[in-house]
């Protein structure tokens, strides 16, 4: 251990220049406070809350570094979710003097010579925690629990933990996410009750996005929010279509918009991945290095959005799939390069450090506010003060409140309230972390039969920041989505705020000035288009058809209550609005409106 990285309480600026995975020469302020709350009372457990991109590893290893100086402890476990965080663990712990091995095997029973400890998955204490035990009993051992959360996703798992970890002299959680999607308990974790009688997880040191905001330590995330048209084809032929995040219609057909949108063979996706380019380009005048990730549903959609970047970009992306073998070692070369894109099948969502990600689209349909703040978790961690963070996403009711809740702070409950349908905590139709991270299985494909995607369109709807919502919309391509699009990457967040104010302002007075020639246009008499009119009709007639077949009425007798609930003549005598008004009413029948 050298005194250049840990002598001192001395507090660094918020960016310590480009430090290795959690190796930052200083403590940023958060991390003295909590390192001077952990050692004032020296607890065999300390559950630290930060927001991720804080910099919870530097706080550990310098925990452990001190905690082994002062020969409090002799040995170092380190247990995080997967393979790779090992490997990354081991590596930042290297850096500051601490030999980690993170090849150790449950088979191996003693870890190799030089290593004062070992770095291991939840997975493996799991199924050998006796062998952990003896090993934990065997010297004065610091338990290192990254990202805590994942010991409550199976009885076994948390039984395991506390098995092979009770013995141990010190014990040091941490978690950016201290709630979880169902109410098992995390062990070693303390909850106490609130006032409505539900036991709630309790921190000794939290460390919000808001805090880490307002410090510089993270970076500003705007979310630029994409909505359309959907047409899709339910299990029983019926064909549906909607607008993409429709306030009004129910949850499958929200569901069933958001799967076709995400659809490789429509137009949303590819739009919304050129826009996201865009801003990638943009990023890059003033973030020369900065790089964008796609995470994807599954391995398909993910070699299929590849594609599309490739054909957008002219550059094939990274691809990280779950079942390749060198899923690590393209993580660390992306990381290492200045290519524009990834595309990862979930996994990357949580404790992957690839600073330079600045631009995200989240293409997969999972909403938890566990698995979307894990993922929006990979693009805020800022390397110099200014660096923005843009993350794409579906226009829909589940991911805009996520979106708007940024800032919120929950804790993790094991009581479930009697009545639950707020912020999703609680519902059992949600996927849990361990099911979002997994490979497609077999009900992913089941889902995919349920129903087939015809036809998506894009447009831009609006941004989402600091609890705020900016621009009235636009056609893909327009002045009003490029305005957004353009906004420079290197911003605090205040300036964000005020150049999203003005875009908005600048977007409304062009709408205004408008105004005036659209009217002048609508009382001069257009030439009627009769292309466009012979294309209404024989959309209309492709829906009655497809109305008909849902409820076995005719077809005339269709047309018919179709005349006489929006007015008109007959279908050969109507001009385009009255044939638009008929196809937006047949809409509203397909998704349940009368």
């Known amino acids: 251990m050298t005194e250049t990285l840990f002598g001192g309480p001395v507090l660094p600026p918020a960016y310590p220049e480009r430090a290795a995975w959690g190796t930052a020469p200083k403590l940023r302020a958060w991390q003295q406070e909590a390192l001077d709350s952990y050692f004032s009372t020296h607890p065999k457990d300390f559950l630290a809350v930060a927001t991720p991109g804080a910099g919870k590893t530097t706080f ?29 663990w081991a590596d930042a712990a290297a850096k500051v003097g601490i030999a980690i091995d993170p090849n150790f095997k449950n088979a191996d029973g003693q870890h190799g010579r030089g290593f004062i400890g070992v770095a291991v998955t939840y997975a493996q204490v799991a199924s050998k925690p006796m062998l952990h035990r003896a090993k ?38 941490l978690t950016g996410t201290p709630f979880r999607s169902d109410t098992s308990p995390i062990p070693f974790v303390e909850y106490a009750e609130d006032r409505d009688g539900i036991r709630r997880s309790k921190a000794d040191y ?43 219609v ?11 949108a995400l659809n490789p063979a429509g137009a949303w996706i590819p739009a919304v991945l ?18 964008g990730l796609v995470i994807a549903t599954d391995h398909e959609d993910a070699r299929a959005y590849a594609g599309q970047l490739k054909k957008i970009t002219g550059e094939s992306p990274t691809v990280i799939l779950s079942d390749d073998a060198k899923a690590s070692s393209k993580i660390e070369e992306f990381t290492a390069s200045e290519k524009r894109w990834m595309v990862a099948v979930r996994m990357v969502s949580e404790g992957v450090d690839v600073p330079r990600l600045s631009v995200g689209v989240y293409a997969t349909s999972i909403a938890t506010p566990l698995f979307f703040a894990q993922a929006v978790g990979r693009f805020v961690r800022a390397r110099k003060r200014g660096e923005t963070a843009s993350v794409f996403l579906p226009s829909v009711p589940q ?19 009697e009545k639950e349908d707020g912020d999703g905590l609680f519902n059992p139709e949600d996927s849990l972390m361990d099911e979002a991270n997994r490979e497609e299985n077999a009900s992913d494909s089941l889902m995919k039969g349920k129903f087939e995607a015809l036809d998506s369109q894009a447009s831009f709807d609006r941004v989402l920041f600091d609890g705020g919502e900016f621009g009235t919309g636009g056609e893909v391509g327009s002045e009003d989505e490029l305005d957004f699009l353009g906004i420079p990457g290197l911003l605090d967040a205040d300036q964000v705020g005020t150049l999203l104010r003005q875009r908005q302002h600048d977007q409304l007075s062009r709408k205004n000035a408008r105004a005036p020639q659209a009217a002048a246009a609508a009382a001069t008499p257009a030439v009627p288009d009769h292309r466009m009119l012979m294309d209404l009709r ?32 007959a279908v050969a005598q109507a001009n385009e609005e009255q044939l638009q008004t008929r196809l937006r009413k047949l809409q509203d029948w397909f998704i349940g409106r009368k």
């Open 60 to 88: 550990a290893l310098r925990v452990a570094s001190m905690l082994i100086e002062a020969s409090i402890v002799n040995r170092v476990t380190i247990v995080a979710p997967t393979d790779h965080l090992k490997r990354q």
């Open 136 to 173: 934990t009993e065997a010297a004065r051992t610091l338990v290192i629990l990254d990202e805590i959360h994942h010991g409550g996703e199976a009885l076994s798992w948390g039984d395991g933990l506390r098995e092979a970890f009770e013995p141990a002299a010190r014990r040091l959680s």
């Open 206 to 248: 939290t460390y919000g996005y808001g805090n880490a905001l307002r410090d510089h330590v993270v970076r500003p995330v705007m979310f630029m929010a994409y909505s359309g048209q959907m047409r899709w084809r339910t299990s029983g032929g019926e064909e549906m279509a909607a607008s993409l995040g429709e306030s009004a």
């Open 250 to 260: 129910t949850k499958d057909v929200t569901s069933q918009a958001w799967r076709t």
């Open 274 to 291: 050129a826009g996201a380019d865009k801003r990638l380009s943009e990023v890059r005048r003033s973030v020369p290095d900065a790089g």
């Open 399 to 417: 991911l805009m409140a996520l979106a708007n809740s940024m800032e919120a702070e929950r804790d993790h409950a094991l009581d479930r309230p």
């Open 538 to 569: 024989t959309e209309l007639a492709k829906n009655v058809a497809a109305w008909s077949a849902r409820t076995g009425t005719p077809h005339g007798v269709i047309h018919t209550k179709l005349r006489t609930v929006c007015g008109g003549p």
